[in-house]
């Protein structure tokens, strides 16, 4: 079974710090292209790893993400500074990303879903 779990969300205040995690059970990530997202009028696609390095950001976040790999931990992390009350959302990750694609409900696009983690940004 294919499976992604996200983690690391919270209540922090808008300049404070988020590290989200997505982790993989019954593949392995190193292998796949590995995407954030979070829920607003459309599932917006926040940033990609790609299994051969190369990373995507979309303009709302970028200067202030960070996306990044620990294949031994089967996880990917999307590091969050700078948080503003714009940025809350629920946040999920999916595999395969598909950036051309526009999808209206997180989970219900193309590809493998985790459940979510919830990211509040008080101003």
């Known amino acids: 079974e294919l499976q992604l779990m996200e983690s690391g969300g919270g209540s922090v205040q808008a300049g404070g710090s988020l590290r989200l995690a997505c982790t993989a059970s019954?593949?392995?990530?190193?292998?796949?292209?590995v995407g954030w997202y979070r829920q607003g009028p459309e599932c917006e696609l926040v940033s990609i790893s790609s299994?051969?390095?190369?990373?995507y950001y979309s303009d709302s976040v970028k200067g202030r993400a960070t996306i990044s790999r620990d294949d031994a931990k089967n996880t990917v992390y999307l590091q969050m500074n700078s948080l503003k009350p714009e940025d809350t959302a629920v946040y999920y990750c999916a595999t395969p990303p598909r950036r051309y694609s526009r999808i209206y409900t997180c989970g219900n696009g193309f590809g493998h879903w985790g459940q979510g983690t919830q990211v509040t940004v008080s101003s």
């Open positions: 299994k051969d390095g190369t990373t």
């Open positions: 019954g593949f392995t990530l190193g292998d796949s292209d």
